[in-house]
């Protein structure tokens, strides 16, 4: 007789997904509703090094994760892009836009790596990941990391801010997909409604 999928642990990997800094935390959700992190950390990568070279470390990294590790689910962040936004290197800051396109690059990815290994995508709004961490889709930053350090037991100190966003992001995607196999879940995407362009009297041909 077939064992129910409830009956059985789940394994994600959640990414905080960069060029730069890419954090990763592979967490497991037990029958018993437990939660562990497997492990954790951040990929980082160097200017000086061709772009294909630092793809190509985040991607070895993260598809070898989800082959060691055998997970159902793989999530990250959903990215959102203002046309408003203005750069900061005037003010001697960074380039927003720059830094927009090399992070849909690393989502890019992601997709790739969850097509090839068969294995559930999911980029979370940030209401959600608060709201499945802390129970609150406005949670601040603060209480969705005390929300994790009383969720889960660390064995390690979490070194960068990308490594802790990154296990939010894990919690969120296994308790996501244990939604979908108990409650079985149907996301419709949102549809962006768009202005129209004609004028008074056309009609489509």
Known sequence: MAVSNV???IRGIGVDQGIANCGFAVVELTPED???????GTIKTY?????????????????????DYN??????????FSPKQKSDTNAGGRNKSASI???????????????QNQIVFKDFVPGTVKKYVAGNGKATKDEVKEAVEKLVIME???????????????ITSVKYKRDLETKGIDEKPEKQKRKSTKKKGEVNA
């Open 47 to 67: 200017p000086k090094y061709e772009l294909s070279s630092r793809i190509q470390k985040i991607y070895e990294t993260i598809n070898q994760l989800s082959k």
């Open 101 to 115: 396109v090399y992070t849909n690059m690393a989502t890019g990815i992601l997709h790739l790596i969850a097509a």
């Open 71 to 80: 997970v159902s689910i793989l999530g990250c962040e959903r990215l959102f």
């Open 156 to 170: 390690k100190e979490i070194d960068t801010e990308h490594e802790a966003d990154s296990i939010g992001i894990g």
């Open 7 to 9: 009956c059985k642990s």
């Open 34 to 40: 437990e939660l562990k992190i497997l492990i954790s």
